[in-house]
């Protein structure tokens, strides 16, 4: 079983829609969620950060951590066509933790 | 302006050959990446340095070398005990005496494809 679950998808909703996009891992000690998005034939680029469980807003995404669940999300509000990418979740234990641990990435297209 | 800048973009390596992918940054920053990436499988970490002349072994090591002789730089040679070579190679980096909201920052990427 890997330590982090992220449904591949593709997922495709209608702009305007509200994504959700989820992970749920089995490592307890992960402190540190981040979400990544990353468009085709490009790196990855930093979207949220959140340090344990709680929820952070910026602009129209929100990222949720629930640690007794091990499960986090991102949500999406007023989806564009721009937001079409591979979105990746990642998580780290420590701080001073070297090691990113990643999801394998949801693919998501918005139909305009 | 600032960022990591990854060489080439496309690379095709014979049966047998040594290649080498190049990594600059030009952030200051002094942890330096290597994140291989598959489809279906996600980023995994080949190498990383936290510091100049110093560098760890990450998940996938085997095959694959580094060094790192300048804090901009982060070369990674990709040998030909590497089996499975072909796929999209992605270099990052972060301050060490890190501070929230400063993660990993990606180049972008290089796809190497074995003929």
């Known amino acids: 079983q890997k330590e982090v679950e992220q449904d591949p998808g593709p997922l495709s909703v209608p702009e305007g829609a509200i994504v959700s996009l989820n992970c749920t891992y089995s490592n307890s000690a992960f402190q540190y969620f981040m979400w990544y998005r990353q468009y085709s034939r490009k790196g990855p680029e930093l979207l949220m950060y959140?340090?344990?469980?709680g929820n952070k807003e910026d602009g129209r995404f929100t990222a949720q951590v629930d640690k007794s669940s091990k499960y986090i999300s991102l949500f999406i509000r007023d989806s564009q066509p721009s937001d079409s990418a591979t979105y990746l979740c990642?998580?780290?234990?420590?701080?001073?933790?070297?090691?990113?641990?990643f999801g394998t990435g949801t693919r998501l297209t918005i139909i305009p | 302006d600032g960022g990591i800048t990854q060489s080439p973009k496309y690379l095709f390596r014979k049966e047998g050959q040594n290649v080498t992918l190049s990594c600059e940054q030009n952030l200051n920053h002094d942890a330096m990446y290597w994140y291989r990436q598959d489809p279906g499988q996600g980023l995994r970490l080949i190498y990383y340095s936290q510091i100049v002349n110093d560098f760890q072994k990450g998940d996938i090591a085997e095959g694959y070398s580094v060094s790192r002789e300048k804090k901009e730089s982060f070369p990674l040679t990709v040998t030909s005990a590497q089996k499975n070579p072909t796929a999209f190679y992605l270099c990052?980096?972060?301050?060490?005496?890190?501070?929230?909201?400063?993660?990993?920052?990606f180049g972008q990427g290089t796809r190497l494809t074995v003929v």
């Open positions: 990642a998580m780290r234990a420590n701080f001073g933790n070297e090691k990113l641990t």
């Open positions: 990052a980096s972060r301050p060490f005496r890190d501070t929230k909201n400063t993660e990993a920052f």
């Open positions: 959140t340090y344990s469980s």
